[in-house]
């Protein structure tokens, strides 16, 4: 019983993921913003280091939705695990479109990690890190790599 509890726990947070996915392609910032706890931390790929609470995570989705007329996100190689009251995955993940000037973009696929959390009832995002490898020798981000 257990098993099919966190399955089904699992299937969800699958679920809330594709509507993350279809949010961001919609540039939905109301959609977006019921996906995020109050407090998420997130360690985004870009500056700073840590954006906390939903304002700053929400300005970060609005900035993306500034520079691209049309927006597509994927997800690759999803890993879910989910228990009673928390849950994480992994994936990759590449945002890309058309930017407002026109220029078409394939973008970069990044690391992704989120960790969920059921408070009141609904799977949120409380955490979420999006990240690029980076060469040691230079100290720059590695960005042309493929899952």
């Avoid at 099919?4 to 913003?33: M, P, Y």
């Avoid at 996100?73 to 890993?79: G, H, I, S």
């Avoid at 969920?116 to 040691?136: C, E, M, N, R, Y």
Wanted: with cysteine.
């Amino acid at each position: 019983m257990t098993s099919t509890r966190h399955e089904a726990h699992e299937a969800e947070i699958r679920q809330r993921i594709g509507r993350l996915v279809a949010g961001i392609q919609a540039k939905d910032h109301e959609g977006l913003e019921r996906l995020y706890a109050t407090d998420v931390v997130s360690f985004d790929v870009e500056p700073p280091l840590r954006h906390v609470g939903l304002a700053s995570k929400m300005s970060n989705w609005k900035t993306v939705f500034t520079f691209f007329r049309e927006v597509t996100y994927e997800v690759r190689d999803l890993t879910v695990t989910a228990r009673d009251e928390l849950a994480f995955g992994h994936c990759f993940g590449r945002l890309s479109g058309t930017l407002e000037n026109g220029t078409a973009t394939s973008g970069i696929w990044v690391r992704v990690t989120f960790c969920f959390q059921k408070i009141d009832g609904t799977w949120l995002i409380v955490h979420d890190q999006a990240s690029v490898p980076f060469d040691i020798q230079t100290g720059r981000g590695v960005t042309d790599l493929e899952p």
